[in-house]
């Protein structure tokens, strides 16, 4: 049936009335989900409860110590934006297998702590629109953020030309190395560490003339940083996507040449390597028990002698001493892996980045949150899960930092974001092999070192470590 002449008019101006005051309304009144702009300014005045998932500490204690922290960024945040946030943390080693849980079961959140070096990763996720695209809301929602965030970072975390998600933190560097008492050296008339060898002499020499210390702060989840050692010390080798790097990593054989990558338990330096860190078990550089403890989080230098760490993280503050006493006193000191072979990389940004759900229905608000966190200093230790106690902010450590950014490269995979779903199963069994077979090996746990490694070899192979090689290698060349 067709409308009257006079009632189809009447349709057409009522339908030209709504859109004009739709659009006029636009210049004072942006209605966005539960925070609309109002008169230029976001109206908070309904209440909006946040949940918010950030990788952390597992041990009962640090979290206890969160929860306050949470309990007054809550108070505040209610006064300033009228929400609320609930806090979850996974715990680092869950990572490898939670994250990916999460985002196949479509689990609900807000805000999540995500990267370019998980899996899956930021890009990957981005480009399955797992996240709200922020560009257009940052200079609204998250003023403070978008104006003090340098272009170039948010040009490392744009998909496709749009930001999926806020970066934070410094900019990071693969920067490992070995931190040591310098007074130390003194006090025993040794010479700065340069090398493996004058690193087993600077403990051999503590094991003798202070047996009260131990020489290295090592557990389970530090045995990684031993891994680092061996990558860093290598002449050519960098790390490779595939594997977290929480994990027994896959390597490229050169920066040069990013596509021929391999697992180096295969290699021959893996096995040296296995042998060395048995010997350092045998004499006991660490505890006896090293399989059955867990570390503080940080350096405690009236008890440890060094630790293997990136030195980044020491500078910016995001490890901190677990001493109370004065650092100055024991003239920190640091002997970087990778200098030597120009191995020092520059990461991006999107290596650190708090995605927003496209589902959740209150993205600006959560953007309206992060921009209250990461500008305040006392609440931003919230999303880089960092330890209390003083930060190195030695000198000569500091002048060390600006000159290893001044040499760093480019992470030669750049914006690569290696999609795992194809081999996610895989993945989880090579991280349960690299868990239980690896992670013994690399403490000196694991018995005769090269019957361990030829075990550690079989069950990599029966995990699937060559399809995984093949399908990172057919993405790398299709990149």
């Known amino acids: 049936m067709r409308l009257p002449i006079s009632k189809w008019k009447s349709c057409l101006i009522i339908t030209v009335l709504i859109l004009l005051l739709s659009t006029l309304l636009g210049c004072s009144f942006i209605a966005v989900n539960s925070t609309p702009v109002v008169d230029g300014q976001p109206d908070t005045s309904k209440y909006v409860k946040l949940s918010m998932l950030l990788m952390g500490p597992s041990s009962t204690e640090a979290i206890e110590g969160y929860r306050y922290m949470v309990e007054e960024l809550n108070n505040n945040v209610k006064t300033k934006i009228n929400t609320n946030v609930e806090v979850t943390f996974i715990p680092f080693q869950e990572a490898g297998t939670e994250y990916p849980l999460i985002f196949s079961s479509k689990e609900s959140y807000d805000i999540i702590y995500t990267g370019d070096q998980g899996q899956p990763g930021y890009f990957s996720l981005a480009a399955n629109e797992i996240f709200m695209p922020l560009d257009e809301l940052l200079s609204i929602y998250a003023k403070d953020i978008w104006a003090k965030t340098d272009v170039d970072r948010w040009d490392d975390v744009k998909y496709d030309g749009r930001i999926y998600g806020v970066p934070f933190g410094r900019d990071e560097y693969r920067c490992n190395g070995y931190i040591y008492r310098g007074d130390l050296l003194q006090k025993y008339e040794m010479e700065p560490i340069v090398s493996l060898d004058s690193m087993e002499s600077y403990m051999d020499t503590i094991l003798i003339q202070d047996p009260e210390l131990t ?103 995001s490890v901190g001493l677990g001493s109370s006493e004065d650092q100055t006193d024991y003239d920190i000191k640091f002997y970087c892996f990778g200098e030597d072979n120009n191995k020092i990389i520059k990461y991006g940004a999107a290596k650190n980045v708090l995605g927003i759900s496209a589902k959740s229905g209150n993205g600006e608000r959560a953007l309206m949150l992060l921009d209250y966190i990461i500008g305040n200093k006392d609440y931003y230790e919230l ?13 000569d450590l500091g002048d060390m930092a600006e000159h290893y950014k001044n040499i760093a490269l480019d992470d030669p995979y750049g914006k690569f974001d290696f999609d795992s779903s194809s081999a996610a199963e895989i993945i989880e069994d090579l991280q349960r092999v690299n868990s239980q077979y690896g992670i013994p090996i690399l403490l000196g746990k694991a018995g005769d070192p090269r019957t361990a490694v030829n075990r550690y070899r079989e069950e990599l192979t029966k995990a699937g470590i060559q399809s995984l090689l093949d399908t990172i290698k057919a993405q790398l060349d299709d990149h």
């Open 215 to 317: 020489p290295i702060e090592m557990d389970e989840r530090q045995a990684i940083k031993l891994y680092d050692m061996l990558i860093d010390l290598h002449q050519t080798w960098i790390p490779a996507p595939g594997l977290p790097q929480s994990s027994l990593y896959i390597v490229a054989k050169s920066k040069d040449n990013i596509t021929d990558i391999l697992h180096p338990a295969f290699s021959s330096e893996f096995m040296d390597f296995a042998e060395k860190m048995k010997e350092w078990a045998d004499k006991q550089y660490w505890g006896e028990d090293v399989l059955m403890e867990s570390s503080s989080g940080h350096w405690d230098i009236l008890k440890v002698a060094s630790i293997f760490d990136n030195l980044s993280g020491h500078v910016d503050g």
């Open 383 to 395: 999303l880089s899960y960092g330890f209390e106690g003083p930060i190195i902010f030695d000198t």
